[in-house]
């Protein structure tokens, strides 16, 4: 299994993920096609489906004009969401296939949209498993709650993706990851593992290259979204339980400016 990160407007991320013995490739949230396909084509591969995260024009407005250039392909997309373009609509629990060696488990994450789709990819190859999250989890992250709660993005985070093997591979729908350490670290200032992931973040982009993927266990350290949990993290935030700190944490982010976070009882 090869997955080759294709960046695509500002600072989306596209995905193929490439079966290396079929040479067929799944597609995820192709939002600029002729990139997405170009890149098959120079990994030898060929695009068999397309996975969609959810119906966001920024993952899901490419789906039409990846039909039109591929006759005949198979776009999913979450039942409960109006995914553009969408032939197949999936549920947590579907389950499809990249041959007969990847196998692929739709998980339903709901909250920054109510039918996002993450996808988890194993291997019969023994390789570490891959999750695509879309907007629900990002490097050091999650998703603004547009159509869902915190008590969703808790399930959908902790819950869901927090379950998956700790050596899961996290690739994520924006390259945010930069700015997402800059504010965690604004959080939990004393997060020795956040101030390495940040300097070798720098270097990543410094050097033109991705900052994807983290995996599960590293997200469990550097993102203070996954590590609500945790009594010292509630007690940061006046919080009495793990959902009532992602809350407060999700408005603090929406509104922070790029600065220094500076705690009063007023602002939780």
Not at 22 to 51: N, Q
Not at 143 to 167: D, H, W
Not at 206 to 215: D, F, G, I, K, L
Request: with cysteine; aromatic share 8%.
């Amino acid at each position: 299994m090869k997955i080759i990160p294709v960046p695509c407007l500002e600072d989306n991320y596209a995905y193929l993920i490439v079966n290396e013995s079929t040479k067929k490739a799944a597609a995820v949230d192709p939002v600029e096609p002729e990139k997405v396909l170009k890149a098959a084509s120079e990994a030898g591969a060929e695009v068999d489906f397309v996975l969609t995260t959810h119906h966001h024009w920024d993952h899901a407005g490419g789906n039409e004009k990846m039909r039109e250039q591929v006759p005949g392909i198979k776009v999913f997309g979450g039942s409960l969401d109006n995914v553009k373009g969408c032939t197949d609509q999936v549920e947590n629990g579907t389950k499809l296939s990249l041959g007969n060696d990847i196998e692929i488990l739709c998980l339903h994450t709901p909250c920054h949209t109510k039918g996002h789709i993450s996808y988890y990819v194993t291997s019969k190859e023994g390789e570490d498993p891959a999750v695509f999250t879309g907007d629900t989890l990002f490097i050091a992250g999650c998703g603004r709650f547009f159509e869902g709660t915190a008590e969703q993005m808790y399930q959908s985070l902790i819950v869901t993706l927090g379950s998956l093997p700790k050596s899961t591979r996290v690739y994520c729908g924006h390259e945010y990851t930069l700015k997402s350490l800059k504010f965690m670290l604004t959080l939990e200032p004393e997060n020795e593992k956040m101030k390495q992931k940040l300097e070798w973040a720098e270097k990543q982009l410094e050097a033109n290259q991705p900052t994807v993927p983290s995996t599960i266990g590293d997200e469990f350290q550097i993102n203070t979204f996954m590590r609500v949990d945790l009594p010292e993290i509630q007690a940061k935030f006046g919080a009495k339980s793990p959902v009532e700190a992602l809350r407060e944490v999700r408005k603090i982010k929406d509104n922070w400016k790029g600065g220094n976070v500076i705690y009063c009882r007023a602002m939780l």
